[in-house]
């Protein structure tokens, strides 16, 4: 399965660039996979996510739980109403369902 790691994030805004770390670490592994870090996660995401089966997206996210906790969601099976957003512009949800319309069976099955 062709995967996709966008980590997204600013290394200048202390935990915010968590997404930015993971990917750095990840491109010292020898794994098959494709890595692509973000300053936002915005629109500039969908022609990189574009003709991948699965896009992992890491990025920090305020949520009120304990520092650290990790969540692991498949956002086109899930059905949020939270907005992912903050300092990277339009937020992620509507950034992939931009995706969704604009490009179609282009955009990864799972996200």
Not at 66 to 83: A, R
């Amino acid at each position: 399965m062709r995967t996709l790691v966008i980590g997204v994030g600013n290394l200048l805004r202390c935990d915010d660039g968590a997404g930015i770390h993971v990917v750095n670490k990840l491109r010292e592994l020898p794994l098959d996979i494709d890595t692509l870090d973000v300053a936002l996660g915005s629109i500039e995401i969908l022609e990189a996510m574009k003709s991948y089966q699965r896009v992992i997206i890491i990025d920090a996210i305020v949520t009120g739980s304990e520092p650290g906790t990790i969540f692991f969601i498949n956002l086109p099976e899930s059905n949020i109403e939270t907005q992912f957003s903050g300092s990277h512009g339009i937020d992620l949800l509507t950034t992939l369902e931009l995706g969704k319309r604009l490009y179609g069976d282009e955009m990864p099955e799972e996200i």
